[in-house]
């Protein structure tokens, strides 16, 4: 499977569901991560908030996948390997947690935060998006689909604060 981050828009091209899934766990898992850092840093009450429904939800997703993950691997007769393409991928959003002097930065503005949790939530977005015209399975879809609503919501939570 290859996936194209670059520009606007995500393509997914020779879709396979388990290197999907295997993606998929690392947003969420980079999710849980920036969402966690941000919530030692922000000390606003209103964002503290909302980035702790945040965490919840995208453990929940992060959870999802990593279920999934264990079934397709069961179904096929596979290890989950260590390095896969989840794991070199270039998101362009997340890579940002590399350089942690840079990650402070941005978490000692909440603006700033916000913005790269936007970006973040686009992301995710776009990437549902093209696993739900791969997916063929109904009961799949219809999860994908109630992910893609959440993150939508997240966007809309992340927004509403930055305008304040």
């Known amino acids: 499977m290859k996936v194209d981050f670059s520009g606007d828009e ?14 998929a766990r690392k ?12 919530k030692e840093e922000v000390l606003q009450p209103k964002i503290r908030e909302v ?7 995208e453990r929940r997703h992060l959870k999802l996948f990593e279920t999934k ?8 007769d596979v290890v ?17 947690m ?4 840079r990650v402070s930065d941005i978490l000692c503005n909440p603006q700033e935060a916000l913005r790269l949790g936007i970006s973040a939530e686009k992301r995710s977005i776009a990437f549902y998006g093209e696993i739900l015209q791969a ?7 219809a999860a994908i689909e109630e992910l893609i609503k959440e993150e939508e919501d997240h966007l809309s939570k992340l927004t509403g604060l930055l305008r304040k």
């Open 80 to 96: 989950d390997e260590d390095e896969t393409l989840a794991d070199i991928i270039d998101s362009g959003v997340m890579d940002i």
């Open 135 to 141: 997916t063929r399975d109904k009961a799949g879809k």
């Open 51 to 57: 980035v702790e429904m945040l965490i919840a939800d």
């Open 69 to 76: 993950v264990e079934e397709l691997c069961h179904e096929r």
């Open 27 to 38: 947003l969420e898992r980079d999710g849980v991560y920036y969402y966690s850092r941000m």
């Open 98 to 101: 590399k350089d942690s002097a």
């Open 10 to 23: 995500i393509e997914i091209y020779d879709f396979d569901e388990l290197e999907a899934c295997r993606i």
